[in-house]
């Protein structure tokens, strides 16, 4: 769960109530690059939003995330000490 | 090709790493090199990607670019941050100049601040030999694509 504090938590919400005009956009698979409540762009790789929002925005919480129809992947798994 | 070797201590297989900002935040201007830190590191075979403990990423002055769900060793989920990081280790000349790490928000080991998972071990060949008490991770290229 993410705090409203959270630095990410307005490009999230941004993320998702765009997330099906994306897929309809037929963007399923791509990456979007959102900073504040803003789409600005959408990649073929995480790289290519990644090297895109360091040039437009800077060192700033900017999101990028790829487009799917499942809200969340499954976890990821890290068996470490806990 | 270069090649990392150790020994392997009660806690692990034990490394020093560098952590510093991904080459895309360098190169775009965003970010600068010299925040680089070094760190202690613990392979840890059983996680799927690299994880750096609570604290490190402000360090290094990181934002995070995205949020996961990280599954624990007890079945616990936890959302964490996500991070792009450049990655060495100095000691062998092994390069990850765009690795996508998580942070740890709820743990901590008192045996490294970065835990090094598969997805840096993806790229070489690790070898734990625990009759001798040595590991090796070599690589192919100094420069892994990550």
């Given at each position: 769960m993410?705090h409203?504090?959270?630095?990410?938590?307005?490009?999230?919400?941004?993320?998702?109530?765009?997330?099906?005009?994306?897929?309809?956009a037929?963007?399923?698979?791509?990456?979007?690059?959102?900073?504040?409540?803003?789409?600005?762009?959408?990649?073929?790789?995480?790289?290519?939003?990644?090297?895109?929002?360091?040039?437009?925005?800077?060192?700033?919480?900017?999101?990028?995330?790829?487009?799917?129809?499942?809200?969340?992947?499954?976890?990821?798994?890290?068996?470490?000490?806990? | 090709?270069?090649?990392?070797?150790?020994?392997?201590?009660?806690?692990?297989?034990?490394?020093?790493?560098?952590?510093?900002?991904?080459?895309?935040?360098?190169?775009?201007?965003?970010?600068?090199?010299?925040?680089?830190i070094?760190?202690?590191?613990?392979?840890?075979?059983?996680?799927?990607?690299?994880?750096?403990?609570?604290?490190?990423?402000?360090?290094?002055?990181?934002?995070?670019?995205?949020?996961?769900?990280?599954?624990?060793?007890?079945?616990?989920t936890?959302?964490?941050?996500?991070?792009?990081?450049?990655?060495?280790?100095?000691?062998?000349?092994?390069?990850?100049?765009?690795?996508?790490?998580?942070?740890?928000?709820?743990?901590?080991s008192?045996?490294?601040?970065?835990?090094?998972?598969?997805?840096?071990?993806w790229k070489?060949?690790?070898?734990?030999?625990?009759?001798?008490?040595?590991?090796?991770?070599?690589?192919?290229?100094?420069?892994?694509?990550?």
């Amino acid at each position: 769960m993410i705090h409203a504090s959270d630095p990410l938590a307005g490009p999230l919400a941004t993320f998702s109530r765009h997330q099906g005009d994306l897929l309809e956009a037929g963007h399923a698979g791509k990456w979007a690059l959102v900073y504040g409540d803003t789409v600005h762009g959408v990649f073929e790789s995480r790289h290519g939003g990644l090297a895109d929002g360091y040039r437009r925005f800077g060192n700033v919480p900017f999101l990028v995330r790829e487009v799917q129809a499942q809200a969340r992947p499954s976890p990821t798994r890290w068996f470490a000490d806990s | 090709m270069p090649i990392l070797r150790g020994r392997i201590r009660p806690e692990g297989a034990l490394a020093t790493v560098t952590i510093g900002p991904s080459l895309f935040a360098v190169e775009s201007g965003a970010a600068d090199a010299a925040r680089t830190i070094r760190v202690q590191a613990i392979f840890d075979t059983g996680a799927d990607i690299t994880v750096l403990q609570e604290g490190v990423a402000e360090r290094v002055g990181l934002f995070p670019h995205d949020v996961i769900d990280v599954a624990g060793m007890h079945g616990s989920t936890a959302s964490c941050h996500v991070y792009d990081v450049h990655l060495t280790f100095p000691d062998a000349g092994i390069v990850f100049p765009n690795l996508t790490v998580v942070e740890s928000r709820t743990t901590s080991s008192a045996h490294g601040q970065v835990l090094i998972g598969r997805s840096v071990l993806w790229k070489g060949v690790f070898v734990y030999d625990g009759l001798r008490h040595t590991y090796s991770f070599e690589t192919p290229d100094p420069a892994a694509t990550s």
